[in-house]
């Protein structure tokens, strides 16, 4: 199997004409090995084509999307070792066989799409590197001299003009630009249930099931980038845990970073509830329980060794839980920044009602972006206008409910709310008796943490 390595720190300032100092400083190199650790020539030169050529770096493209096209473009390297492809066979088969295979490992259109178009990119600096392989054309080919048949097409957006490669093995797959889609309240039940019933892990104990529970709360509660989440540590959780011994004081989650937008580099703090710092915290006791003699101070740690995981494997992480588990299908539209998403939506959505209790007037939208704004630290209201409507209906959906929970912690809102569901499976007779009776009992045992 191919992998890629990246020199997270490299010294590459003499390639580097940029004179901010977190672009000197925040510069990852990729290198793509093949099987044994071998160098791969030829994937490498294209990484370097792509990286703007050999006289400058971190320049256009930034290095973190050079890393990216790098680690899109091993997945083609991958399949080619593992089906004993050489450079010079590739055909167009050899694309059709690729994006089946990309298809039955349940990858978004869009992501393939994008896989699609690096590999046609890498076939077609290939054909100009080696012209005698007569791999790939982007005009007529009568005669079938070549092996692959690509076009290269245009695109506006804006006042934006563009090119992207296309085959047609990608027919079919759709690439849109898609609502925001948050986490609604019955699909976080769901998500917090697959840790239970998923693939990815045979044999489920307290250690997954926390973890899995921690991850999900503290995306939920912060609405932090995945990036961002790995960088909140045990300390920053016990010290919000301080006000756990007083009733009338609010937990807050200090410190978290930002690391994308006007404001990167920067942090933000969380108000949250006692409920979800207690599931965090729970987690926390039982890694430094099985681990004692940790020298880090991650929050994320892995199962075995008890060190740090790494950003990628947290993003990864969910959607290999999600896509083994039964709730593959209903869940598939979402992702970890989904969760981002909903924090958005409803702080929004408690910002609108508590403004419109005050009374009516014209800039209640306005004013409840600006509240969101002060938590998220999004740059402008702008940024924020798409969510408006999501608020509204989510308000609206509320405010016809039997009951209202708004002000419930979440933790406690949607395990009654995964009780009513039970309930209601069984009175259609979709689950039977002890079936019941166990997710039941198993959710109320749930409710143990916060006694």
């Known amino acids: 199997m191919s992998s890629v390595v990246v020199a997270k720190d490299p010294n590459l300032k003499f390639l580097n004409t940029s004179r901010r100092i977190d672009q000197n400083n925040d510069c990852p190199l990729p290198m793509i090995l093949k099987k044994g650790g071998k160098f791969d020539w030829d994937a490498n030169s294209f990484i370097t084509h792509y990286g703007g050529g050999s006289q400058t770096y971190n320049i256009r493209p930034l290095a973190k999307t050079v890393q990216k096209k ?13 089906n004993s492809i050489n450079l010079s066979e590739i055909n167009d088969s050899t694309l059709y066989q690729y994006i089946k295979e990309s298809k039955d490992r349940n990858i978004k259109d869009g992501t393939i799409i994008q ?15 080696y012209p005698e392989w007569k791999l790939g054309t982007t005009g007529k080919d009568s005669d079938k001299i070549f092996s692959v048949h690509y076009e290269k097409l245009k695109f506006k957006k804006g006042s934006i003009t563009g090119e992207y ?36 892990h045979p044999r489920i104990n307290t250690f997954l099931i926390s973890r899995w529970e921690a991850l999900t709360t503290l995306l939920d509660v912060t609405g932090s980038r995945i990036s961002e989440a790995h960088e909140i540590t045990r300390t920053m959780i016990k010290k919000a845990a301080d006000s756990l011994f007083i009733s009338d004081k609010q937990p807050i989650i200090r410190n978290i970073p930002i690391r994308k937008g006007k404001y990167k580099g920067k942090t933000r703090s969380v108000r949250t509830t006692h409920e979800d710092i207690q599931v965090i915290l729970l987690y926390v006791h039982v890694i430094e329980d099985m681990f004692p003699d940790m020298e880090h101070d991650a929050l994320f740690v892995d199962s075995v060794t008890g060190k740090p995981l790494k950003s990628t494997y947290l993003k990864n992480y969910a959607k290999k839980v999600i896509n083994g588990s039964k709730y593959c299908e209903a869940l598939r539209h979402l992702t970890n920044h989904s969760f ?10 408690k910002s609108i009602k508590k403004i419109s209790a005050q009374g009516s007037f014209s800039s209640i939208l306005s004013v409840a972006s600006n509240a969101c704004r002060k938590v998220t630290m999004h740059a402008n209201n702008e940024s924020l206008s798409h ?65």
């Not at 849109?176 to 917090?192: K, P, T």
């Not at 419930?408 to 259609?428: C, D, G, H, T, Y």
């Open 115 to 129: 896989h699609g178009r690096t590999a046609i990119e890498y076939i077609d600096y290939l054909s100009k590197m």
């Open 165 to 200: 490669f296309y085959h047609e093995s990608l027919v079919g797959l759709i690439n849109i630009a898609s609502e925001v889609e948050y986490v609604h309240d019955h699909e976080l039940v769901m998500w917090l249930d697959a840790i239970n019933c998923t693939t990815n």
């Open 387 to 451: 969510y408006v409507h999501l608020a509204t209906e989510y308000n609206e959906k509320n405010d016809q409910a039997d009951i209202d929970m708004s002000n419930v912690s979440p933790q406690i809102r949607i395990r009654v709310k995964k009780m009513i569901s039970i309930a209601n499976l069984f009175r259609l007779k979709e689950i039977n008796e002890a079936e019941a009776l166990d997710s039941l009992l198993s959710t109320i045992d749930g409710f143990k943490k916060f006694t």
């Open 70 to 82: 790098a680690y899109s473009l091993n997945l083609f390297c991958d399949f080619l070792e593992d």
């Open 340 to 349: 981002r998403h909903r924090f958005i939506t409803l702080n929004i959505a």
